[in-house]
C-alpha cells in the first residue's frame, strides 16, 4: 500500500522513492538468492546458570607501563578513592598504597565498634 500524497513543502526538493535492494544469487549457483528458504528456529533465553557466589569488585588497580614510555598507576575504591602517579618511583608507592588499602578499606573490612 502506498503512502498518500502529501504537499511538497516550500523550498525542499521532493523525496526519491526508495526501492526493494535486490538480492545477490547464492555461491551454489541455484539462482536463489542467499538466506533465501532457511527456516527460522526459535530461541529461548535461558536464566545465567551462574549464579555467583556474592563477591564483587569493589576497588581497582590500572597500571599502564608501555615500552619506552612513564608508566601511570590509578587506583579506583568505591569508598571514594581515587589516585593516580605517574612515573617509576611514584606508581611503585602508589601499588604498595593499594595493597596497603585492601587491608584498610570500610567497605572490605566491618569496623567492629564503629557505632560506639
Do not use: Y
Not at 569508598?79 to 604498595?96: D, P, S, T, V, Y
Request: net charge positive; aromatic share 2%.
Amino acid at each position: 500500500m502506498s503512502a498518500p500524497h502529501r504537499p511538497r513543502l516550500e523550498g525542499h526538493p521532493p523525496t526519491p522513492q526508495i526501492r526493494a535492494a535486490n538480492l545477490a544469487p547464492a555461491a551454489s549457483g541455484r539462482g536463489a538468492p542467499k538466506g533465501v528458504g532457511r527456516k527460522a528456529v526459535p530461541t529461548a533465553v535461558r536464566p545465567d546458570q551462574q549464579t555467583g557466589d556474592g563477591r564483587h569488585p569493589i576497588a581497582w588497580l590500572t597500571v599502564t607501563a608501555p615500552r619506552g614510555a612513564t608508566p601511570t598507576v590509578t587506583s579506583v575504591c568505591q569508598c571514594g578513592r581515587n589516585l593516580f602517579a605517574a612515573g617509576h618511583r611514584r606508581a611503585l608507592a602508589l601499588i604498595e598504597d593499594h595493597t596497603r588499602h585492601r587491608d584498610l578499606c570500610p567497605l572490605r573490612t566491618p569496623q567492629k565498634g564503629a557505632a560506639a
